[in-house]
C-alpha cells in the first residue's frame, strides 16, 4: 500500500493519530522536501515518529517516482507531506504512476494552507482563485496572476496568494553546464510579494488602466499559520511592502467584498486602525 500522509502546517505533533500509527508501521517513509516546510528539521520528525526519513526533493519525485513506488505492492511505504497531500498537482501524479502499477493508496488528509487561511477572519466561501506569485528576475516578470486577482475582485471574493518557493535550485550557469551544484534556499516574503503587485500596478496604470487593485486595496499578510509564533497582520497593499513578518511561511491575501463579520476580525489585526478605516470605506464605498 503506497499512503500519502499530510502533516499539517506547525511542527512534528501537528500529523493526526492515524496518520502517526500508519508512519510508524510502514517499510518506508519518504519526507517531500520541496513544496513547504515545517518549523522543525527531518531529525526532530524522525525523532517524534520514531522512523528514519527519506528526503525526497523535487527531482526524486517527479523524475524519480518508480524508486518511492518499489515494492509498495508487498509492503507499505509513506509519502509525508506538509499540509494535505494534495496541495500540489505533484502529488496527484505520483498516485497516478501507482494506480498504473496496481499499487492501491490510501490519503491521510491533514490541514492545509487552504483552509487554514480562515484564521484571519476571512470566510473560505468567500474565496476565488487562488494564485502563486512567483520571484521576477532581471528578464522573466510574469504578470498573469495579477489578472487572477483582477477577476476574483471583479466577482467581489478574496484571494489567497500562495508565495514562492526556491529550494535545490540551480543557476542557468550550472544548470547548462549539468553542475549539480545549487543555490541556498529563497521563500518570498510578504514584502517582496506586495512589492511586486505594487510595481504591476504602477505598469498597468502608465498603460491607461485602470485597475480594481490599488495601493490602498486592503490586504492581509500571514507568516508561519499554525506555529507558535504565527502572525497576522492586515492593512492596505502598501503597508504590506513594509511590515516586518519574521521567518517563512509567508501567504498573502488580497481581499474583495467584505462582510461586516470580517471586517470586524480584519481590524484585530491591523497595523494601523485610523488608515485602516479610512481604506476599508473607500474599498466598499
Same mark, same amino acid.
Given at each position: ?141 510574469? %504578470? ?12 467581489? $471574493? #478574496?484571494? *489567497?496568494? =500562495?508565495?514562492?518557493? &526556491? ?76 511590515? %516586518? ?12 467584498? $467584505? #462582510?461586516? *463579520?470580517? =471586517?470586524?476580525?480584519? &481590524? ?18
Amino acid at each position: 500500500m503506497l499512503y500519502l500522509v499530510g502533516l499539517g502546517l506547525g511542527d512534528a505533533k501537528d500529523i493526526t493519530v492515524k496518520g502517526l500509527e500508519t508512519v510508524r508501521r510502514c517499510h518506508r517513509v519518504y519526507l517531500e522536501a520541496y513544496t513547504s516546510i515545517l518549523t522543525v528539521g527531518k531529525e526532530a520528525l524522525e525523532e517524534f515518529y520514531g522512523k528514519e526519513l527519506i528526503l525526497a526533493d523535487r527531482e526524486t519525485v517527479e523524475q524519480e517516482a518508480d524508486s518511492i513506488l518499489k515494492e509498495a505492492d508487498v509492503c507499505d511505504v509513506a509519502f509525508l507531506v506538509v499540509g494535505d497531500p494534495f496541495g500540489a498537482t505533484t502529488h496527484s501524479d505520483l498516485v497516478l504512476r501507482a494506480v498504473k502499477l496496481g499499487i492501491p493508496y490510501e490519503v491521510i488528509h491533514n490541514a492545509s494552507i487552504m483552509n487554514a487561511v480562515g484564521c484571519c477572519g476571512l470566510q473560505l466561501y468567500n474565496f476565488g482563485e487562488t494564485v502563486s506569485i512567483v520571484f521576477w528576475t532581471d528578464t522573466w516578470k510574469p %504578470e498573469s496572476f495579477f489578472d487572477k486577482i483582477k477577476r476574483n475582485m471583479q466577482n467581489g $471574493m #478574496h484571494t *489567497l496568494c =500562495l508565495l514562492d518557493i &526556491k529550494v535545490k535550485e540551480q543557476s542557468l550557469e550550472n544548470l547548462m553546464k549539468g553542475r549539480k551544484v545549487y543555490e541556498p534556499p529563497r521563500y518570498m516574503s510578504v514584502n517582496q510579494a506586495a512589492e511586486q503587485l505594487l510595481a504591476i500596478i504602477q505598469n498597468r496604470r502608465l498603460q491607461g488602466e485602470t485597475a480594481e487593485m490599488t495601493e490602498n486595496t486592503i490586504c492581509v499578510g500571514l507568516a508561519r499559520v499554525g506555529a507558535a509564533d504565527q502572525k497576522i497582520v492586515s492593512g492596505t497593499l502598501y503597508q504590506m511592502s513594509t511590515v %516586518e513578518l519574521g521567518g517563512p511561511l509567508h501567504s498573502l491575501i488580497v481581499t474583495g467584498t $467584505m #462582510h461586516p *463579520l470580517e =471586517l470586524e476580525m480584519l &481590524k484585530l489585526f491591523s497595523v494601523d486602525s485610523s488608515s485602516f478605516e479610512k481604506n476599508i470605506f473607500q474599498q466598499i464605498k
